[in-house]
């Protein structure tokens, strides 16, 4: 068990926010961080009992910011923002998504720009450890202004309302408080506005979906070199001295990775007087590399978001408090976008490559893959489940960012619809994941079909092989794939066969700088 992370405003990042969020690491909080937090708190404190004009502390919000507030009244408008903007509609966003959510926004707030009560922090932090999950519909969000109507339920169960999740089991929130010796918190000041006024569902699901992304890559990989074997490929496209004269750095890695997980394998480079190979496998580091470049594009990005300040208005050290637009989500929206692309791509070309290994005018082997087609179908479906996800991607690759409806009577009248480009990204990675466990589900049964007795595989590739073969037998008589295809889905989000290709780079490295 790892020990806690120490939660500072500053330094999260892609990994250690999935340990939290996914994984239930526990959090504590920054001594330091906390001293920023109680500073701005008592700032925006001097703010009310001045009765200065301050928008969302002595004003309404939104297209209401001309409506004046008094300080007496001050706690009641807090609460009733969080009350009236929770308005989310659908599907409960997943565990992990709301932990996520709730890690950010603390992360945010510990910047000690929010002028946030710190009893919010401990609190919230109160929730993450005891594992407390705000129940939050997935719908609702335009991406500016903040996350507001899905960030207003997890605020509703820190005043004791709303409901929660708690060991699985849906409860009102002042129940969920009460069973765990936990009071809810009172808002004033700024508070409801600082709970709600960020980029957190964007950033929470899209950051998932990018560290599954990741894994995708590297599974994609394996299954690209199993397919490479399968069909007895060409090693040479994927050569160093290819590379160095279009260095991209994703197709460079690419194409070293395969070369080091094809390593010793006696079936490539097996078809005497064939001198290329079809784009779904020469062209393979272009494309997989191009991804990789797009996954890194995204991960800056949300990186960064992880760590800045997304609030309005900002409460600025020397006491001034400023408005400003760091709650519109476009800096996440176009590089969803982009990795939701960048990642259908991948499930693409892995379709191809089914399509390659099925087909026996391509492969040369057995009809579908199985001894005896015609009375049994072997795995011609399986290609049309792939060829129904990759056709389902590309209409959810259809960008989000590039819509806009105003709101808020056109105080609002830019927005990025960022919570669609995360959601539609978190899909397609569920949707690719399938796709690389048919591609790998093939790529063994082909090798099984093609590869004589004496015949290795390559090091490496022989070690993804054993996975598949641990967890699926070979296809004789036809059986249902949906349970192989779901099991190798499995590892690959859990990132089983993406540990086997990360050694394997992780060794290619430490060899060439020995």
Known sequence: MKTSLILDGHTLDLDTFVEVARHKRKITLSETALERVNESFATVGRIVESGVPTYGISTG??????????????????????????????????????RGMMLLRLNTMLKGFSGVNPAICRLLTELLNRNIVPYIPEKGSLGASGDLANLAHMALVLIGEGEAFVEGKKVAGIDALSKAGLSPVRLSGKDGLALINGTQLITSIGALALFDAFRL?????GSLSLTLEALR????????????????????????LVLALVA?????????????????LRCAPQVHGAVLDALNTCRLAIEIEMNAVNDNPLVLRDGRILSGGHF????LALPLDYAAIAVAELANIAERRIERMVNP??????????????LNSGYMIPQYVAAALV??????????????????ANKEDHVSMGSHAARKFSAIV????????????VAAQAIDLGKHTDEKLGRATNALYDLIRTHIPTLGDDRMPAGDIEALKVLTLDGAFARIVSDVREKTNEDQHR
Not at 264 to 280: E, K
């Open 61 to 98: 919000f939104g297209e209401l910011s001309r409506v004046t507030i008094k300080p007496e009244e001050n706690e009641t408008l807090q609460l009733n923002l969080i009350r009236s903007h929770a308005s989310a509609v659908g599907e409960p966003l997943a565990e992990a998504e709301v």
């Open 217 to 221: 890559y590297e599974t994609a990989a």
């Open 233 to 256: 490929g060409i090693t040479a496209a994927f050569l160093p001295e290819v590379h160095e004269l279009r260095p991209h750095p994703g197709q460079i890695d690419t194409a070293a």
């Open 264 to 280: 010793g394998s006696d079936l490539t480079n097996s078809r005497p007087g064939d001198v290329q190979d079809a784009y779904s």
């Open 328 to 331: 519109h989500g476009e800096p």
């Open 361 to 374: 005018q391509l492969s040369g082997l057995p009809a579908f893959l199985t001894p005896q087609s015609g």
């Open 391 to 408: 056709s389902e991607n590309k209409v959810l690759a259809h960008p989000a960012s590039v819509d806009s409806i105003p709101s808020s």
């Open 430 to 441: 569920k949707n690719a994941a399938y796709v690389l466990a048919i591609e790998l589900m």
